[in-house]
């Protein structure tokens, strides 16, 4: 505006009555200044009456000590063979542990910040530039330390990766389950739900909610992630530190950051893979307690873990720490003492491992001639028929369970890829068909069911009907029969047609109902877990499932062991003791009651298991007189593998059909002395052919060694528990 122009007149520009505006304005700024010291007031009264009310508890909490709560493990109890000797044991072991942030890839950015800010000056601190330089040489150095460990532990790059990335991995599942179950229960429990929309008094119900939101709690936020226990901790990454190295370590740390060697608890098992699928396994010890994994170790878990104990640690707010208090002492497990045998366990193991190598070569031969080789294993088994007490369990071939409790990951991968699978357990998990070793049970139903007189003469031509099926393995190799058989040599000779003719008269549900009474089709109740039931196939089963209905054929298998029937060892073993015992059937089990260890004495009649119903003395007596030739004449079909001067035996062999382009099975099972039965046997081959031929062999050293160590001769001396542990 030029100095000539007059000054404008506001009075026409804007109206009189316009004119209180400046006024209104002002008295609006003085109530939003009041309302502005009325809300400051009450935040201000609200702090007051927290520093009146809750001031003393803030500060003590804050001058309290944090406390922190170690758990104590508990030592795992021994498990002993019969005379006292350790298959598994805890024992002290200095261990080499590095701090979780050290073994973490790539490492926490937050962590990986302050461990660089650490070795720089407060004023080079300030510096982006110098820190990230310090950040990326802590990175370097990190990356040092795992290879210097790997080195000096004996490992590869590639086994200590391994080992570093089984730990983080194992670390980074459970805090996510951790924040998982923390969202889901703020989800659940916390979370708001929206209220009812008002409009009216507006400003009276913005002044209530401010005044309500002052004076109450406010509502929960959805949980930030937390840092677990196993972020802050020490893991084992190496097993086994000698003294020179520990105190190498000890003696220069900063040349070993993040590391400590501690002593820990190691589950060893000083025979390595003896009676591995029996014993079982235990899971690496990081955690206070192992758990078992499998065999004794998880059925005796109860018995075998005792209870951990745990200490309290304070530290005061200035980061000094007091010793750990004993708040709950660590309850050691109980030793368990099983019904093995080490020193026969270990020759039934040598035994079929030879076998199975025998066996292997075979298979490599098929190899050659184009024929994929099978998987393929086998089981021994020697049990008293009394007591049921197992005196050896092999089954082959096996693992180690050190590299489990020891949680060597390579080496249980290739356990667990192992392509004859050494983690089976073939002695009670193994399924297949048990070919003539079946005979005896069939027998006892053709003589309860059918009346069958064992005297009477069959005529065998080698077949059944026609040359071209149902035919004995006599007929097979030399195109002969075995001329008039009774039962005794039908038994003796694996007379395939006796069995077919008389179980084709029979009703089906006969022989299938004595089956079940000697235990086939169920599992024995042996105090191990994951037992195979097997398969015994019933007239309702195959109506159920859908088949034209039982066949005369199905009844005729049925009695030779084929078709749809399996049978574990043990059952077949088991099957053996009854016959041995006078018709009991057996619990078998591997751990034992009693404080004392003792031989196997004579047992009153109740203590003999579960007498079969109905079986006759005389029918009883007529099996096992076919069982003895088995073995005993010159004709039985185990007399030039089995025989021994001196020992009577009775048993049994088998060869089962394992289908088509499959090499039979093997079996032998039997009991002695036959005059006098204590101990009953089984021997099982996988896809080795003729049962005399692999499995007899195997048998009769097996039997030689039971009675080297008296258990069908002079009795066996045992040690005492109490002596057992003196030792």
């Not at 491992?353 to 994929?372: E, T, V, Y």
Request: charged share 25%; glycine share 8%.
């Amino acid at each position: 505006m030029s100095p000539a122009e007059p000054p404008i007149d506001w009075h026409r520009v804007v109206p009189d009555d316009r004119l209180p505006l400046a006024a209104d304005s002002r008295q609006r700024i003085a109530w939003l200044c009041l309302a502005f010291v009325g809300l400051a007031g009450l935040v201000l009264a609200r702090c007051l009456w927290i520093h009146i009310d809750s001031g003393p508890a803030y500060r003590a909490a804050a001058l309290r000590p944090s406390e922190i709560r170690q758990a104590i493990p508990a030592r795992r109890g021994t498990i002993l063979d019969r005379r006292g000797v350790v298959l598994a044991e805890d024992r002290p072991v200095d261990v080499l542990t590095l701090h979780y942030r050290w073994l973490q890839q790539p490492p926490d950015p937050g962590w990986l910040k302050r461990q660089a800010q650490q070795s720089l000056s407060p004023l080079r601190r300030r510096d982006p530039a110098a820190v990230a330089e310090a950040t990326k040489r802590v990175a370097g150095e990190i990356r040092q330390l795992h290879r210097r460990l790997a080195r000096e532990c004996g490992l590869s790059d590639q086994q200590w990766e391994s080992r570093r990335r089984h730990v983080q991995q194992g670390v980074e599942r459970t805090a996510a389950a951790v924040n998982r179950r923390r969202r889901t229960r703020y989800q659940q429990d916390v979370a708001p739900t929206a209220g009812p929309h008002r409009d009216e008094g507006r400003w009276s119900t913005l002044l209530t909610d401010a005044i309500k939101a002052l004076f109450t709690p406010p509502e929960p936020l959805p949980p930030p992630a937390v840092i677990i226990r196993e972020e802050t901790q020490h893991h084992v990454m190496y097993r086994g530190v000698d003294v020179a190295w520990k105190e190498r370590i000890e003696r220069s740390p900063e040349k070993y950051p993040g590391v400590l060697v501690q002593q820990r608890r190691i589950r060893t098992y000083p025979h390595g893979s003896l009676a591995a699928h029996l014993i079982g396994y235990v899971s690496p010890q990081d955690p206070p307690e192992a758990s078992g994994r499998a065999g004794i170790e998880l059925a005796g878990q109860r018995q075998l873990a005792g209870r951990p104990g745990s200490a309290l640690q304070q530290a005061t707010p200035g980061g000094e720490t007091a010793e750990p208090i004993l708040e709950t002492a660590a309850i050691d497990g109980r030793d368990l003492v099983t019904t093995l045998d080490w020193r026969l366990q270990a020759v039934a193991e040598r035994l079929l491992d030879d076998a199975c190598r025998r066996r292997d070569i075979r298979q490599r031969r098929r190899h050659a001639l184009g024929q994929p080789p099978l998987p393929a294993g086998g089981s021994m088994i020697v049990v008293d028929v009394f007591r049921g007490e197992i005196l050896a369990m092999a089954s082959g071939p096996r693992f180690d369970p050190n590299d489990f409790a020891q949680g060597d990951t390579p080496n249980v991968r290739r356990w667990l890829a192992e392509p004859n699978r050494a983690m089976f357990d073939r002695s009670i998990q193994m399924a297949i068909p048990p070919g003539s070793v079946f005979k005896p049970a069939m027998a006892i139903a053709m003589l309860e069911a059918a009346d069958l007189d064992p005297a009477a003469p069959l005529i065998c031509r080698g077949y059944l009907q026609t040359p071209d099926r149902q035919r004995c393995m006599v007929f097979r190799r030399y195109g002969i029969g075995h001329g008039p058989t009774h039962l005794a040599d039908a038994l003796a000779q694996s007379c395939n047609v006796y069995f077919f003719h008389y179980a084709g008269k029979m009703a089906p549900e006969a022989l299938t109902h004595w089956a079940m009474r000697f235990g086939f089709g169920q599992r024995t109740g042996i105090d191990l877990p994951a037992e195979s039931a097997a398969n015994l196939p019933t007239p309702g089963d195959v109506l159920a499932g859908h088949r034209a209905g039982w066949q005369e054929a199905d009844s005729q298998a049925l009695a030779i062991g084929q078709g749809r029937l399996t049978a574990t060892p043990l059952q077949i073993v088991r099957m053996m003791a009854a016959l041995a015992n006078g018709g009991s059937l057996i619990v078998p089990r591997v751990t034992r009651a009693e404080v004392a260890l003792r031989a196997l004495p004579d047992l009153p009649a109740t203590l003999q298991g579960m007498r079969i119903p109905g079986l006759r003395a005389a029918s009883l007596e007529a099996v096992r007189e076919g069982l003895l030739r088995v073995v005993d004449h010159p004709a039985g079909t185990a007399h030039r593998t089995v025989f021994i001067d001196g020992l009577p035996v009775a048993g049994k062999t088998g060869t089962a059909e394992a289908g088509p382009g499959q090499e039979d099975h093997a079996w032998f099972a039997g009991y002695a002395p036959a005059d006098d039965p204590r101990i009953a046997l089984v021997v099982v081959l996988e896809h080795a052919g003729d049962g005399s031929v692999s499995a007899g062999p195997a048998a009769r050293q097996l039997l030689l060694t039971i009675r080297r160590l008296g258990y069908v001769g002079k009795p066996v001396t045992h040690l005492s528990r109490t002596e057992a542990g003196k030792k």
